[in-house]
């Protein structure tokens, strides 16, 4: 039988991921940055496994594809441990008196002024007396720049001891942070960096030179207690990072406890977490006294500049066949396609590459290196057709994409409508202020309750499209 053209397309798209360079960060040991997917449970459905989606292979798969600021309709929310005290913020790098070296090395990674975060959190991580601080913040808001700004900014380099100690919950993430300290600190060779990581093999006894630690919980206990590399109560400066997934994570949350007692007591104390819920605030109130406190305040959404529409279908193979008009009658710069399932995702790459079209498949059984390689091929137009599971419906921003289509309504895991991810699956068009357009299949008595309840959710009207009509269709082109 002869291989048909979605088997090639899949060969192609798997080689360029292969290939794709891993991550080198000089002055650590070469490291393979490939996230291990742990064990599935053979008896859960596709669903339940994306439902399941490890939190930080999410993170790190933001962290891969936002190689920029993104764009937010977030407000700062600020708590001050002292009211009195004034508040201050900073519009300019130049404004925080910054060593030459360090803001050399900031406008060399691309930061021409202070993020939202940035603008208030970095004149408190950088006072004296130090505050300490407790953010919000998701990936793309610069956050990892600002807190290793902080800790670059108060290493002193003539004392050749651990000074900073940042943990993540995996290798791959402390990498990724490593990766912006050798950036920012690169017109600053007198500090050392060092990774507290399983692959980084260190003899009993040795002692570590390198001004600031980066690594996962475990090993930096090991480090602390079993080898004796650097002494804890020598640190000034302790972050925690992605708090959030570090609770999730079996072991981690008390690891992190047990480094945290062995501090100093005037150690600068930075958390930093994508949520704010319980479980988080009871770990940071452990962790980090009297802080000041940073909220990322969500504003309005608005969908005025996305026009929605939806199509109604008897099954899968109607659904495609809708999805064909659509590419027949408009001209579409690039497309999004957002299914409930990995198998529907495959089976309609393979259908619409039969027909010729230029087809991506992400999904969460690629490794998290492979999806940004996917991500990055589209992003350069190499596919004009993305066909994605719910992992890349927060992740991705390309100009050129002019239609989302949800293929499946998105659920939450009790089959009712799942209006957050909505709203970030057709948020993928109309970005940077262009107009987009979003196209919804409904198949069934359900799925039309569905689009009803989001409908109303959103108090925006969501009208019927006959993709037989083919002036219809030209008139929603325009």
């Known amino acids: 039988m002869a291989t048909d053209s979605w088997a090639l397309c899949v060969d192609e798209q798997e ?102 975060i940035q603008e208030t959190a970095l004149p408190m991580m950088l006072a004296e007396p130090p505050q300490n601080l407790i953010a919000q913040s998701q990936s793309g808001t610069g956050k990892t720049a600002a807190f290793v700004l902080a800790m670059l900014s108060n290493v002193n380099p003539d004392n050749k ?40 093999k260190m003899q009993k006894g040795s002692k570590i030179q390198a001004q600031i630690v980066i690594g996962t919980p475990g090993t930096v206990l090991d480090w602390f207690n079993k080898l004796r590399l650097m002494d804890p109560k020598m640190i000034r400066v302790f972050v925690l990072d992605e708090a959030d997934i570090m609770i999730a994570t079996s072991g981690h949350q008390d690891q992190s406890l ?36 940073i909220r990322l305040k969500r504003e309005e959404e608005t969908l005025d500049n996305i026009k929605q529409y939806y199509i109604f279908c008897r099954n899968k193979e109607d659904k495609f066949t809708a999805v064909c008009n659509l590419y027949g009658a408009m001209t579409i710069a690039q497309a999004i396609i957002f299914c409930h399932t990995r198998r529907i ?82 948020g993928r068009t109309g970005r940077f202020g262009k107009r987009g357009l979003a196209i919804n299949m409904v198949e069934n008595e359900h799925s039309v309750e569905v689009l009803k309840a989001i409908e109303k959710h959103f108090n925006k009207m969501i009208s019927k499209l006959d993709t037989d009509d083919l002036n219809e269709l030209e008139k929603i082109a325009n």
């Not at 650590?28 to 596709?46: E, I, M």
């Not at 991506?360 to 992003?379: P, Y």
């Open 161 to 200: 001891w651990p000074q900073c100690l940042c943990i993540s919950p995996t290798y791959e993430l402390a990498l990724q942070t490593g990766k912006v300290v050798e950036q920012m600190g690169q017109f600053y060779p007198e500090v050392k960096l060092a990774y507290a990581i399983r692959a980084n």
């Open 258 to 293: 047990r480094i945290h007692r062995m501090l100093p007591k005037d150690c600068h104390m930075l958390l930093f977490s994508a949520t704010f819920e319980e479980s988080v605030w009871s770990f940071a109130e452990r962790v980090v006294p009297d802080p000041n406190i």
């Open 345 to 426: 995702a495959a089976w309609l790459a393979g259908q619409m590459s039969k027909e010729g079209h230029q087809v991506a498949l992400l999904s969460g059984e690629l490794a998290v290196e492979q999806r940004a390689a996917v991500i990055e091929r589209f992003r350069e137009g190499k596919e004009k057709v993305l066909i994605a599971t719910n992992v890349c419906s927060r992740g991705i921003d390309v100009e050129q994409v002019s239609v989302v289509i949800n293929f499946d309504l998105p659920l939450d895991k009790d089959g009712n409508p799942d209006n957050e991810t909505y709203l970030h699956r057709i």
């Open 15 to 116: 080689e360029t991921c292969g290939t794709m360079e891993t991550l080198q960060i000089s002055r650590r040991p070469a490291v393979t940055s490939v996230l291990a997917k742990s064990g599935k449970d053979q008896n859960k459905s596709d669903e339940e496994e994306e439902e399941e989606e490890d939190k930080a292979a999410q993170s790190l798969h933001n962290k891969l594809i936002r190689n920029k600021l993104v764009n937010n309709s977030f407000k700062v929310e600020i708590l001050q441990r002292d009211p009195n005290s004034p508040l201050y913020s900073v519009k300019t790098f130049e404004e925080l008196h910054l060593k030459p070296q360090l803001l050399h090395g900031v406008y060399a990674m691309g930061f021409n002024r202070p993020s939202k």
